[in-house]
T-cell receptor, first 113, second 116 residues
């Protein structure tokens, strides 16, 4: 079975640009969460979606947005990129049943120059 | 709010040494606790978990016991290998109404380097 897949794996953007990151969850998983991991730190929660609805949002500005599609895949959008947005963006999927655990993708390494 | 604190600074050990990485947490309710491992250039992999007090999670020789009285979930391994070199993250998942929406709160991570 395929795990969580993210695309692209790496990208470089210029300050002020917009970026879209994509995530496909494990088959059968209906929940997708996004995390930002700045170099040398632990991942920080950005969003959680379940059944196409936002179920949680971390302390991130409105430049960050996301959505979930009927097939449970998800996109994370970041507008007006800042140098500080450079990070590894991780997507995690979970089945949302009882003591759920999250399975992570390999991440998208975003560099803003 | 919820928070996780891991021991400061990288850990450097010789092969076959004993490993302890300390983790303490602050949370409301009854969180589930996790250890994730991140190898260079990769995403996070679940190493082990515990969902209630006194549970012991174990995997690949690693163990951690959920201690509610000390709000701790320390990671241990009796004999580390070079291949265990990675970054280790302690995390908790808050639970609402008996289920978890999968939001994880992570510690800052501990870099483990094992020398032959």
């Amino acid at each position: 079975d395929a795990g969580v897949t993210q695309s692209p794996t790496h990208l470089i953007k210029t300050r002020g640009q917009h970026v879209t990151l994509r995530c496909s969850p494990i088959s059968g998983h209906k929940s997708v969460s996004w995390y930002q991991q700045v170099l040398g730190q632990g991942p920080q929660f950005i969003f959680q979606y379940y059944e196409k609805e936002e179920r949680g949002r971390g302390n991130f500005p409105d430049r960050f947005s996301a959505r979930q599609f009927p097939n449970y895949s998800s996109e994370l959008n970041v507008n007006a990129l800042l140098l500080g947005d450079s990070a590894l963006y991780l997507c995690a999927s979970s089945s949302l049943s009882g003591n759920t655990e999250a399975f992570f993708g390999q991440g998208t390494r975003l560099t803003v120059v | 709010g919820n928070s996780v604190t891991q021991m400061e600074g990288p850990v450097t050990l010789s092969e076959e040494a004993f490993l302890t990485i300390n983790c303490t947490y602050t949370a409301t309710g009854y969180p589930s606790l996790f250890w994730y491992v991140q190898y260079p250039g990769e995403g996070l992999q679940l190493l082990l978990k515990a969902t209630k007090a006194d549970d012991k999670g174990s995997n690949k020789g690693f163990e951690a016991t959920y201690r509610k009285e000390t709000t701790s979930f320390h990671l241990e391994k009796g004999s580390v290998q070079v291949s265990d070199s990675a970054v280790y993250f302690c995390a908790l998942s808050d639970r609402a109404g008996g289920t978890s929406y999968g939001k994880l709160t992570f510690g800052q991570g501990t870099i483990l380097t094992v020398h032959p």
